[in-house]
């Protein structure tokens, strides 16, 4: 039985029409394409007063967002320990020292009463994470941040399209960033961007992402280069590729249908696991939010065995996440009180999410979910 992945990506016609178009136009690195996937994705956003700046990957995008702080050896950054790895390697990058938090039952997000206890003179900033179809309490972070001068990095790789008390993700963080890899709700292959507020953040970026070099990106978006230019600062090659922002492109033509077609795969989904008493569900019903994964709980001493059953019955599963603090580099990470994250890393479970998912594939998995629990009564 051909199984049902946890995640697919969406390539249709469109995506594949963009990229021969592409390659045949032949300027393959940072060109015109960037700069329209910026100008559209602000343009999604609603974000008209703020700077879109497309990067590599999600993880490019959290360590330049690192640099761009000036973060220095031995400052702070709090992040909850539930999140992913990208974010404490970015934190490690520039020499600092991620600082772990306990998440939230509800939300799985950041618990930020936890967090203001870890606030040390070190402590330069906040990570805040915005887990699948929950969003973290925003207002509450600013609040902290505003009190002890803290930068706050926004962590929207989940979010994209979701809304915050009706504020479009995107529109009102410090940092914002995303990430379009090849499982995000949308992708660009790889690719990720960040949404700050100032032109003086835009430049420092610009070059940051290109080895540190100067040259205008206005040049580069009319697929030229500009062959005087200084280094000021230290970079990576952490550019969008033209390819990968024309897939964006049309990925993000889609993300009215992608948010539809998601937020009811994940309501089928509540509904149909409404009933059995073994399975937590997220607290949510959707509404405002476009769903990256649909996760479930479940007791810890049945996980693996519903994922080995799974498994038998052609449905794949993923684990988002193993805490920051259960790996061997992380280990001796400071940290607070974990009861509710070394709870949760041992009952989480997503379950396959695609735009295209069909209402037969979620009714299949619930009913394997359902047959499990029966048969392990
Ligand atoms: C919450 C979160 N942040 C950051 C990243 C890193 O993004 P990328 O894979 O584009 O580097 C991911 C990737 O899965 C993520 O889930």
């Known amino acids: 039985m051909s199984a049902i992945p946890v995640f697919k990506p969406l390539i249709e016609q469109e995506e594949i029409d963009a990229a021969i178009k592409s390659l045949e136009m032949g ?3 940072m060109g015109a394409s960037v700069g329209q996937f910026e100008d559209a ?13 497309a990067v590599s990957t999600g993880h490019a995008a959290l360590h330049l967002a690192m640099m761009l702080i000036e973060l220095e050896p031995g400052d702070e950054v709090i992040t909850p320990s539930f999140n992913n790895i990208a974010d404490f390697q970015a934190i490690l990058a520039v020499g600092a020292k991620p600082v772990f938090c306990d998440v939230l039952e509800d939300t799985l997000c950041i618990d930020v009463s936890k967090a203001e206890k870890l606030i040390s003179s070190k402590t330069k900033a906040v990570i805040i994470m915005d887990y699948d179809c929950c969003t973290a309490d925003h207002d509450a972070v600013a609040i902290m941040a505003a009190k002890y001068n803290l930068r706050i990095i926004h962590d929207a790789a989940h979010a994209l399209g979701s809304y915050y008390q009706g504020k479009k993700v995107g529109t009102f963080s410090d940092i914002c960033m995303f990430s379009f890899d090849p499982v995000k709700t949308i992708t660009c292959i790889d690719g990720g961007a960040l949404i700050v507020k100032t032109q003086e953040e835009v430049t420092a970026l610009h070059e940051m992402r290109l080895i540190g070099m100067s040259q205008p990106a206005t040049v580069m ?13 230290l970079g990576f090659r952490y550019h969008m590729a033209n390819l990968h922002a024309a897939i964006g492109l049309t990925q993000l033509n889609k993300m009215s249908e992608i948010t539809e077609h998601r937020q009811k795969a994940c309501q089928l989904y509540s509904k149909l696991l409404a009933g059995i008493k073994e ?21 810890s001493e049945h996980r693996q065995p519903l994922r080995d059953y799974l498994k038998n019955n052609g449905v794949d599963t993923g684990v988002h996440w193993k805490p920051g603090h259960w790996f061997a580099l992380l280990k001796d990470v400071q940290r607070g009180d974990m009861a509710v994250t070394d709870k949760i890393g041992n009952e989480i479970l997503s379950l396959p999410l695609n735009s295209k998912i069909t209402n037969v594939e979620v009714t299949l998995i619930c009913k394997n979910i359902t047959s499990y629990f029966v048969w392990a009564q």
């Open 221 to 233: 978006y009319e697929n030229q280069r500009a062959w005087s230019y200084d280094v000021n600062r």
């Open 41 to 53: 994705l602000k343009n999604y956003i609603g974000c008209a007063d703020r700077h879109v700046v």
């Open 27 to 29: 300027w393959l690195g």
């Open 279 to 299: 399975v937590k569900t997220p607290k949510s019903d959707f509404s405002d939010v476009t769903p990256f994964l649909y996760y479930i709980r479940v007791p």
